[in-house]
């Protein structure tokens, strides 16, 4: 079966690097930014399965493979819901899933109207094409509606309450053709800069309940899909639950860890899920796991050879401030033992959130 996936980053890589022992999937990548109607269209007609690796993907692409939306898993509107921050809150209302409080918003009027009803601070983002905390605006006074504007208006925005949320976290999970799922382990993930810096598992303190109540979460939303393939849910965690906060209709990179940390890993399952397959198990397969990303021009290459019980993956990008270069997983056989061997790696970790775990 060929399995074709839009997008050839690290997220390509990994999902075709999960399933080399599997000699009847062959995995295909286009490559987005070379993209070109004739090459898409020989692409599409070869994949048996169409497939993407980010919901960032242009109009003009998506209404060319909507002809193939009857091979492309997961489906085409859960890719468009998943692209539009506005979509994305109203589809996360509709599956019983709790967001922050949020206002539509194309004028400057319009935002002062969303930052009276929904009280300062505001976080405003455009609706499209923002990740990594791009295309991002935080309003913490009324002087600052007009410079968000300035700065990221004139187009469709979306505009958030803001969570007070005593961390981050997310959930994952495959579901196959007949709606059996799997869920992976939460972690806890550490942001910077609007960037994920690292994934821990477990997530510590995280209770019982609040995790029942993400997996619940994750159940309702795949199933309102009828999804097929990996699915993350990002979410805040508050004092008293959880709030979503997006999600990614794809592989994430919070679910890294399970590569080595858990018994099949979220690129595997979405390649099985999406080939008719038996999805395999999610459990973690060491007491404590941490993930790391590399990033602008942390030295990866310095930073892990050699050591005992991590794992280098290196994206073979060029260095860039910013960029995702690549990943280092530390898994351990105890949280003690991950924090020290994390700590002995804190060079990549900006100072500023190192004390978060140290
Ligand atoms: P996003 O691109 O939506 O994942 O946002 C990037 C980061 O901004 C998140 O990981 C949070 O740290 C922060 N953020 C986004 N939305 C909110 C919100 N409504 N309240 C508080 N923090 C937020």
Do not use: C
């Not at 300035?150 to 469709?156: F, L, P, T, V, Y």
């Not at 995280?206 to 619940?216: F, I, P, V, Y």
């Amino acid at each position: 079966m060929k399995i074709g996936v839009l997008g050839n980053g690290q997220l390509g890589q990994m999902l075709e690097q999960s399933v080399t022992d599997l000699t009847d999937i062959e995995i295909s990548l286009y490559d987005l930014r070379a993209h070109d109607d004739a090459l898409l269209a020989e692409f599409l007609k070869e994949a048996d399965i169409v497939t993407f690796e980010t919901e960032n993907i242009p109009d003009h692409i998506v209404s060319l493979v909507e002809p193939v939306k009857d091979k492309t898993l997961p489906g085409i509107d859960a890719l468009k819901t998943f692209q539009n921050r506005l979509l994305e809150k109203r589809a996360l209302r509709n599956a019983g899933i709790a967001t922050a409080d949020f206002a539509a918003v194309t004028s400057l009027d319009e935002l002062e109207q969303a930052v009276d009803s929904l009280g300062l601070p505001v976080v405003l983002k455009t609706t499209t094409a923002g990740y990594d905390g791009k295309g991002q605006f935080l309003i913490r006074s009324r002087q600052d509606v007009e410079k968000a504007w300035q700065a990221i208006g004139g187009r469709e925005l979306i505009a958030e309450a803001f969570v007070p949320f005593v961390r981050e976290t997310s959930i994952i999970a495959s579901r196959d053709r007949q709606g059996h799922m799997v869920i992976w382990p939460m972690t806890d993930n550490m942001h910077h800069r609007g960037m994920l810096r690292y994934s821990l598992y477990p997530a510590q303190g995280l209770s019982q309940q609040k995790m029942a109540l993400a997996e619940q979460y994750i159940r309702s939303l795949a199933e309102h899909f009828d999804y097929v393939g990996t699915i993350t849910l990002e979410l805040f965690e508050t004092a008293d639950g959880l709030i979503a906060n997006e999600v990614a209709p794809r592989v994430h990179n919070s679910g890294h860890w399970s590569i080595e940390g858990a018994e099949a890993s979220q690129f595997r399952n979405h390649i099985l899920a999406l080939a008719g397959q038996k999805l395999e198990p999610a459990a973690a397969i060491y007491p404590a796991v941490a993930m790391l990303n590399v990033i602008g021009d942390e030295q990866p290459a310095v930073i892990a050879d050699g050591r005992k019980n991590v794992y280098r993956h290196s994206y073979g990008k060029e260095a860039r401030p910013e960029r995702k270069l690549g990943h280092i997983t530390i898994v351990a056989d105890s949280v003690e033992q991950r924090d020290l061997a994390v700590a002995q790696l804190a060079v990549v970790i900006p100072a500023e959130i190192r004390d978060q775990v140290m």
